[in-house]
């Protein structure tokens, strides 16, 4: 952060936390945060709220969430179209079964998260590396009726897609072409690690390939320029080796919108 804040890349123009990991953070680190908050926008993304785990919502953490968008003015809260915790939480991230029961659930989860918080959310489609067992509808028929029942927005990972074809064998491109794309509000591309011909894990710690860069250019296409980040959790290289791969997601944005950047709109 400290090398972001000496010499910040002109193509970067906003950035993304957890909240989980900020929320009540003093010191040094809030003051570097602030220092962030100042100068750029700044998205939340949940890793905790287990929107579709079977223990009670918790709704002291969306309090505290709700007092840290206000206070950094954050426009855009994101959480995953997943589950991390029964009877504790698991620190990873599980399908939710594809079924009648899950949606309304959910769509329960997040009209109250969306109460709560006072603004809309948008929910990620997520990877994942075994099928949730009872489903009775398909992964996209669950995603369109999560997202207009509780009338939420969609938070596309385009990566996410590509992990889950190679590892459950189904063509990406259709997945994505068949989403509802008018509720597309945010994005995401990431790396990933393949272990085998036919399994990837979803671990943000290795450069963007071309078919998860042909997907994002898909998205632009079918949908229109959304905000899009990079992430890279782990195995963090120099700088100067991310900031290409910024501004070849902000040269995407310039091929299907007047004046590119990766930006957020506030």
């Known amino acids: ?47 905790s709220l287990s929107l579709g785990g079977p223990d009670p919502l918790d709704e002291l953490l969306l309090q505290r969430i709700k007092g840290f968008l206000d206070h950094y003015q954050i426009p855009l809260y994101t959480e995953h179209l997943a589950y991390c915790s029964a009877g504790g939480h698991l620190y990873d991230l599980l399908p939710i079964p594809c079924t009648e029961s899950a949606v309304h659930h959910v769509v329960e989860r997040i009209r109250r998260t969306q109460d709560i918080l006072g603004r809309r ?10 099928e949730a067992p009872v489903s009775d509808m398909s992964e996209l028929d669950f995603i369109r009726a999560v997202l207009t029942e509780a009338d939420c927005d969609l938070h596309l990972d385009v990566n996410n897609i590509y992990v889950n074809s190679v590892n459950f064998g189904f063509d990406p491109l259709d997945f994505l072409r068949q989403l509802p794309g008018e509720r597309t509000v945010y994005i995401h591309t990431a790396g990933h690690l393949q272990l085998a011909k036919d399994l990837i894990v979803d671990n943000h710690g290795d450069a963007v390939i071309d078919p998860v860069w042909a997907l994002l250019e898909e998205a632009y296409r079918l949908f229109g320029v959304a905000p899009t980040l990079l992430e890279r959790d782990i195995i963090i290289p120099p700088l100067a080796e991310l900031v290409p791969e910024v501004a070849h997601i902000a040269d995407l944005q310039h091929k299907y919108r007047q004046g590119g950047g990766v930006r957020l709109q506030t």
């Open 1 to 47: 952060m400290s090398q972001l804040q000496a010499d910040p890349p002109p193509v970067i123009d906003f950035f993304e936390v957890a909240p989980e990991n900020w929320i009540g953070m003093g010191g040094a680190r809030a003051r570097q945060f602030d220092w962030f908050a100042e100068r750029y926008p700044i998205v939340a993304h949940g890793l």
């Open 121 to 130: 959310i948008a929910v990620e489609n997520a990877s994942y590396y075994v």
